[in-house]
């Protein structure tokens, strides 16, 4: 997939803009706050219907004219021909709408894959650093971008799941066990879906982690992707029924998939209590470029590629062998932002990569001479 026009109005601080694309590298370099990773947040909203940055709608709204609404436009290529327009728009007190070739979907859920994206931002540390909470949206996010049965058991689990905790908060504590056994097979049928999906994506991504982490580290240092989850000795019908006291007492559910980790090592060790910065960064690039593999030969389509400000904690051997990785044609179109032009640019010919600049300042974007 590759985006051939972006038109921003009145996003974050970028009051408007509009540019033509590359089909390979295009970089987007600027002092903190000029506005570059907005550039990249806008592709990533028109992907997804939402900022990858955590912003809210009205957060998103540009505060230096105090607009009252912002739009997206993207006009794309498929790799197989196709062309999309899709037009994302919200009005403060309204409700966002995404429209693609004019058309207005009527949930938002279903616009979600048609042009799929992969993001590499700083905020990525929360992967490691935070609760298994985090991990687990991540993965939710990943599958549901070419799966949508899996989506939409994932939408019937939580519903369940709530269900459940609400039937176990009564007031005294009591709940009817015919309608906590009927559920509990709800629930165990849900989220046996959900289990064999994640097991199955996270098996795949393993090897592909490790060798990618290989190639942009020199093979320095080993690492791991696995999947941690108590379905994986025992169905999870079993393990409500065995835990029902417990959650009783305690009135939520401690057993199923909502319970569920993902486990980054290095050298056999916790990545979050052994690795370096660089080496945690390095982990996370091949992570996001193992998904990004992933969901190309699933969907048949490449994602789009943001790297978002990912260069500080990467030394120049790191940074070479990741920008000859993406450039090498496996990866299709990628977006870089980065604050150092003259780094970017020194890294970027030394591999002989053709790329295209954008200078991003005050929120303007302009392309910059070569």
């Known amino acids: 997939m590759y985006l051939e026009k972006l038109s921003i109005l009145n996003f974050k601080n970028i009051r408007q803009a509009e540019f033509t694309l590359s089909r390979g590298l295009n970089c987007f370099v600027g002092i903190n706050g000029a506005g570059k990773t907005n550039v990249l947040d806008a592709v990533h909203y028109l992907s997804m219907c939402k900022s990858a940055l955590g912003s809210t709608d009205p957060g998103a709204l540009n505060k230096n004219v105090e607009a009252d609404f912002f739009m997206l436009t993207g006009n794309y290529l498929s790799d197989a021909g196709s062309t999309e327009e899709v037009v994302c728009a919200y009005k403060r007190g309204g409700s966002k709408s995404v429209r693609r070739a004019g058309k207005e979907y009527e949930r938002l859920s279903d616009h979600v894959g048609l042009v799929p994206v992969v993001i590499v931002s700083p905020q990525d540390v929360f992967l490691i650093n935070d609760a298994a909470e985090e991990r687990r949206r991540w993965l939710n996010s990943f599958i549901s ?5 899996y ?41 046996a879906k959900i289990h064999a999906r994640r097991a199955e994506i996270i098996a795949g991504l393993a090897e592909k982690v490790e060798r990618y982490y290989a190639v942009i580290s020199g093979e320095r240092e080993e690492v791991s992707l696995s999947y941690r989850s108590e379905l994986n000795e025992t169905p999870l019908l079993e393990l409500l029924r065995a835990n029902r006291e417990r959650d009783m007492l305690n009135r939520f559910t401690g057993s199923g ?33 193992a998904q990004y593999d992933d969901i190309a030969t699933r969907m048949e389509e490449r994602p789009l590629l943001l790297l978002d400000d990912l260069f500080d904690k990467l030394d120049n051997d790191r940074l070479g062998q990741l920008m000859s990785l993406t450039a090498g ?3 299709g179109q990628t977006l870089i932002s980065d604050c150092n032009e003259e780094r970017l640019r020194g890294v970027l010919d030394a591999c002989g990569v053709e790329y295209r600049l954008f ?12």
């Open 151 to 191: 989506m939409a058991a994932l939408i019937k689990y939580n519903r369940v799941l709530a269900e459940r905790n609400t039937m176990l908060k009564v007031a005294d504590g009591v709940t009817s066990g015919e309608l906590l056994d009927i559920v509990d097979e709800q629930l165990a049928h849900y989220g």
């Open 145 to 149: 971008q070419f799966d949508r049965e």
């Open 329 to 331: 044609g496996s990866f």
């Open 359 to 370: 200078n991003v300042a005050g929120g303007d974007v302009t392309c910059a001479e070569r």
């Open 257 to 289: 998939v909502h319970r569920d980790d993902v486990i980054m090592k290095i050298g056999g060790l916790l990545l979050k209590r052994f690795g370096s910065q660089g080496q945690q960064k390095s982990f996370l690039v091949a992570l996001k470029l």
